[in-house]
């Protein structure tokens, strides 16, 4: 299942119309989104839709006003990532906050599974960045990570 934390790298995820801030990783990637529509891609896989059913994100939007956010899938077979993603709003105030996205929600999402886009915004916002903590479909591997001050902050 896709469990992306971004600690220490970039646990192999790219970017189209973004950068990030470069080595050190030190938590969190910091993905600028200065250019129109950056998406972050991660690495491809292979899972059953019906076994990642949500994904769960931990973000920072800071310098933006947008908040809309999606999350792209890529069926196996296909050539490319769907249409429709599943969008959801995120809070554009600079904090972390954990992210629960319906992936099943899609009428799409069905069958096996090779790949994740997450785009934070439209972009095109200078001075406009998203801090990622992780990306995960693993529900019991997010709780463990979560620091009980987190609580304060959400």
């Given at each position: 299942l896709?469990?992306?934390r971004?600690?220490?790298d970039r646990?192999?995820c ?7 801030s ?7 990637l910091?993905?600028k989104?200065d250019?129109?529509?950056p998406?972050?891609?991660?690495p ?8 990642a ?12 006003s947008?908040t ?12 490319g ?5 599943v969008?959801?709003s ?5 904090q972390?906050?954990?992210?629960e ?7 799409n ?7 994740l886009?997450?785009?934070p ?5 200078p001075?406009a960045?998203?801090?990622?903590e992780?990306?995960?479909a693993?529900?019991?591997?997010m ?8 609580a304060?902050?959400e």
């Open positions: 896709p469990n992306y971004f600690t220490a646990q192999r790219f970017y189209v119309n973004a950068t990030d470069g080595w050190p990783i030190q938590g969190n910091r993905v989104l250019a129109s529509d998406q972050i891609i991660c491809e896989g292979f899972w059953s839709a019906a076994s059913p949500k994904l769960y994100i931990r973000m920072a939007l800071s310098g933006t947008q809309s956010c999606q999350v792209f899938f890529r069926k196996l077979g296909e050539g990532f769907v249409s429709a993603p969008t959801f995120a809070l554009a105030d600079g972390m906050h954990t992210y996205v319906d992936l099943a929600s899609s009428g999402y069905t069958g096996s599974i090779m790949q886009r997450l785009d915004t439209d972009g095109g916002t001075g960045y998203a801090s990622i992780f990306i995960t693993k529900q019991q591997e709780s463990m990570v979560r620091h009980p001050l987190w304060l902050y």
